[in-house]
């Protein structure tokens, strides 16, 4: 089959009855963001190099497509909203100082792995609160992402909640050897205990850190799984992040649609998470439904020092749900009419519009 016909891997077509679907997401999560006084805001699709570059994500730039533009400047398609939302705060927004509140619903692009099914281009539904450093704001997205869902038609979900400070916490303990840190977290991040177990037993850790990392892999589940992780030998970073979860679940379990557990070590695929942090997944999903997390040191790189929390949802994820729950009910009324009573078609066809109809022409020749 000739290239022209062919669409580029890791992107879709959608066609109508899913775009109706889409919309009916985006029309049910606008109307819970705008009711809790989250206002819309637009990103450019492509910006600076520099400017995502500025969000310090560990392997950046091997998931960013780039381009040069006529002035030879390297371009790059947004791998996120975050980042240009940081950056349009501190330009726009540098002497409001209530809490900002903003929204959106954008396609964003990254380079992804083949093998793994992933989309290279995807629609996500985000929120961002500046300027709140405490959990309530950690609460209010948590929850707020939540409804959306419930909203979208979705109910069957679990917020799985940690913290990047028990992370840093427990990395304080490799001291020395600065690859054996950075191995160690990167089998942390993607979840290969076994080789955290190889490389904790392979090497000189105070018997108290290779306890907690050897202990990781069962640090998941509900809220006594942070009363036993207190059990072990902790630092004040690890200390200070148990404390904050376990404040948050004191707010939280007061919500009864709301199902929660606890993974201290979740690390985030952005690294300019601070805080508390979050994925949801679903059993009708094979890929998370969003996640997001407090990032109170973005805004501080285009020099707009904020406290900041948010989130985004999967568009495409929550599509592979309700794609299979919800029926296409689209029923347009086609209008068959004479060529040469075009004009009075047409009068008809507003009359009918008018009623709230669908209505669909079609000209149809005397032979037929």
Known sequence: MPRYFRKPAGVKDYLPPQVRKKNRIESAAAEILNSWGYEEITAPSFEYLETFARSGQHGFAEKVFKFF???????ALRPDITTSIARMVATHYSDHNLPLRFCYMSNV???????????QEFYQIGAELIGIPGIEADIEIILLAS???EKAGISDF?????????LEGLLDEVEG?????????????NKN????KELVESNELETSAKEIFLSLPYFYGGPKILQEIRKFSLNDKCKMAIYELEELWKIVRKFDNISITFDPGLARGMDYYTGIVFEIYSPEAGFPLGGGGRYDNLLDKFNGSRPATGFALSENSILTIIDKKVED???PFYLFYMPEKFADALNKAEEMRNQGMIVKMVSVEKDH
Do not use: C, P
Request: net charge positive; glycine share 6%.
């Open 329 to 331: 009910d689209y029923k």
């Open 147 to 149: 409804s959306i869902l």
């Open 109 to 119: 692009f990254r380079f992804q792995e083949m093998q793994k099914g992933k989309d």
């Open 177 to 189: 050897d600065s690859s054996l840190k950075d191995n160690i977290a990167w089998a942390i991040k």
């Open 158 to 166: 679990i917020i799985n909640v940690g913290h990047t400070k028990f």
């Open 69 to 75: 533009d006529r002035q030879g400047s390297v371009m």
């Open 193 to 196: 205990f076994v080789l955290l």
